[in-house]
Nanobody, 123 residues
Framework: QVQLVESGGGLVQAGGSLRLSCAAS????????MGWFRQAPGKEREFTAT????????YYADSVKGRFTISRDNAKNTVYLQMNSLKPEDTAVYYC????????????????WGQGTQVTVSS
């Protein structure tokens, strides 16, 4: 099993940047595909980005492509989401998630979830 704890959320003005971190427990972090999802008020949870176990492949939602970057440091058991050029529509609770088998854009494919961190972008 793996436990996930997100941090780094906050309030930022439009055009600003934030870096989210997700720290994982356990010694098998490097075996997991990691993903970031987000959920805005009144909306369903949506895929944001995912990264393979080695970090060699990344995938992004069209809405964040070119602005967000997912990365991981297996030595630190941590995955990151660098968010630049933030927009008010990026306001949401951001969750990291883990699964063992291949990258996926579907939340139901992920077995482990963090508690989420709030990101609010003001206009």
């Amino acid at each position: 099993q793996v436990q996930l704890v997100e941090s780094g959320g906050g309030l930022v003005q439009a055009g600003g940047s934030l870096r989210l971190s997700c720290a994982a427990s356990g010694r098998t972090f490097s075996r997991y595909v990691m993903g970031w999802f987000r959920q805005a008020p009144g909306k369903e949870r949506e895929f944001t980005a995912t990264i393979t176990w080695s970090g060699g492949s990344t995938y992004y939602a069209d809405s964040v492509k070119g602005r967000f970057t997912i990365s991981r440091d297996n030595a630190k058991n941590t995955v990151y989401l660098q968010m630049n050029s933030l927009k008010p529509e990026d306001t949401a609770v951001y969750y990291c998630a883990a699964r063992l088998i291949g990258p996926s854009i579907h939340s139901y494919d992920y077995n482990y979830w963090g508690q989420g961190t709030q990101v609010t972008v003001s206009s």
